[in-house]
T-cell receptor, first 113, second 111 residues
Framework: EPEVTQTPSHQVTQMGQEVILRCVPI?????FYWYRQILGQKVEFLVSFYNNEISEKSEIFDDQFSVERPDGSNFTLKIRSTKLEDSAMYFC???????????FGPGTRLTVL | KQEVTQIPAALSVPEGENLVLNCSFT??????LQWFRQDPGKGLTSLLL?????REQTSGRLNASLDKSSGRSTLYIAASQPGDSATYLC??????????FGQGTTLQVKP
């Protein structure tokens, strides 16, 4: 069964460093999303992406964040200068159409020291 | 602003019991509602999706209902098993693509 994959599973970085989180969505899906979950808190929406552009972003998704689909398979989230409060589990998701089931990847645990 | 609440926050039941998890949302203008399972430190596994025009969906021992007008959904788990122990999340989708999640109900099924 097709699944969303994410790499790395765990990323440790120093405050102020740039990180890139990678996702491979399900191949025939057109809509891509990033969410995050700070330990013990709700899953929060960050950004949605369709047709090679951002379709919606949350207040969390400030200028430090960017997304890209550099080729036909990968979908990346870049954090330019990480802060301690960026420590969280980051989930990538994809769906075939906007109203369809969103399928989530296993997540990348980001630890900022 | 849409708010999603799940009650109870935690639930412990003996194996074999039927149980109901509750989810409520403040804005009834939703496109669909999705139930997920999350194991500790893991990703989210989609269990059921109910479109706004539907009243319920079933998958195996799981049955999810939706009452859009009252802003409520329930997830019914029949004949619970220890393997059902996990956190169950509900999430609603409005007129944009994003999902808005509840805090989750952590279920423990004791053998």
């Amino acid at each position: 069964e097709p699944e969303v994959t994410q790499t790395p599973s765990h990323q440790v970085t120093q405050m102020g460093q740039e990180v890139i989180l990678r996702c491979v969505p399900i191949s025939n899906h057109l809509y891509f999303y990033w969410y995050r979950q700070i330990l013990g808190q709700k899953v929060e929406f960050l950004v949605s992406f369709y047709n090679n552009e951002i379709s919606e972003k949350s207040e969390i998704f400030d200028d430090q964040f960017s997304v890209e689909r550099p080729d036909g398979s990968n979908f990346t989230l870049k954090i330019r200068s990480t802060k301690l409060e960026d420590s969280a589990m980051y989930f990538c998701a994809s769906s075939e159409q906007s109203r369809d089931t969103q399928y989530f990847g296993p997540g990348t645990r980001l630890t900022v020291l | 602003k849409q708010e999603v609440t799940q009650i109870p926050a935690a639930l412990s039941v003996p194996e074999g019991e039927n149980l109901v998890l509750n989810c409520s949302f403040t804005d009834s203008a939703i496109y669909n509602l999705q139930w997920f399972r999350q194991d500790p430190g893991k990703g989210l596994t989609s269990l059921l999706l109910i479109q706004s025009s539907q009243r319920e969906q079933t998958s195996g021992r799981l049955n999810a209902s939706l009452d859009k007008s009252s802003g409520r959904s329930t997830l019914y788990i029949a004949a619970s098993q220890p393997g059902d122990s996990a956190t169950y999340l509900c999430a609603v989708k409005g007129n944009t693509g994003k999902l808005i999640f509840g805090q989750g109900t952590t279920l423990q099924v004791k053998p």
